[in-house]
């Protein structure tokens, strides 16, 4: 139990510092193309998007890094004699074979248990709702007196107190529009109060004015389950997790007994990672 305890502490510390260092990379490529939406929506939106993708980012990392991590470890107790030392005590190299073997499979199912809830599609979706809810809530991230465009409409307005607006020019399609004041509400409606409104037709322009005129800044969400890309993203996980157990006493002999220096050890395990991921992408295209 001493043993399987100091193997445990010594390979968890190592596999949380690969885990969080690569993590880091992968939430940095994963927040890349949505920082916009990140630091423009309020925080009860994007807190709960940055928590999953830091999830997912982890566990994404800890099924790569329990193999290089195993790998490094390996050697290290290689390097620091500790093989010899459990021989001069009566310990087999089955024994420690066994130990290292539990770790790993201790780890693995942890992470084959967080696929049920850590999946991509669960991101997807999210993403696509912070998008959703950056079209309903977009002049609230513009300053006064600044124009504002994009495909469906173009803003200009003076003032701004909250949600509610003054002086506002607006374009919607070929209409233009001015109104005194104007109150964007949580479902994305902008409502314009005293409005005139500007329309070309053939035969000239057309004035009319109105005491308010509706405007919605958000299509309609919808979000249904895609329950296949679902299962194969879930698919995926299990198979990046079952990998390391699978390989672990080619690793362990290779390392043990064929490779003397770090270097070869690092890119032995980082071809492990690169056959790992290939296995699951294969998995992930048959299931």
Known sequence: MLLRSYLLGKFSKQLVFYSSLFSLLILASQLYSTAYLILSLPAKYSVPYLIMVSIYSFFLSLAFSLTLTTAFFIHQLKESKFFHILYTFGFSERKLLKELYIAIFFFSVAGIISSFSVNYQKISHLTKYLKFKFGEEILLT????TFFSTEKLSVYFEERNKNRFKHIVIRFGKEIGTAETAELNKEGILTLNKITIFSPSEGGNYILKSDTYSISLASPYFYKPPHKKVIKEFAFFVALFLFPPMVFPILFYL??????????????????????????????VLV
């Open 255 to 284: 390392i043990s007994k064929r490779i003397n220096t770090r270097l070869k050890a690092t890119l032995t395990g980082i071809l492990f990672v690169i056959i790992q991921f290939v296995f699951a992408l294969t998995v992930k």
């Open 142 to 145: 513009v300053p006064p007196k």
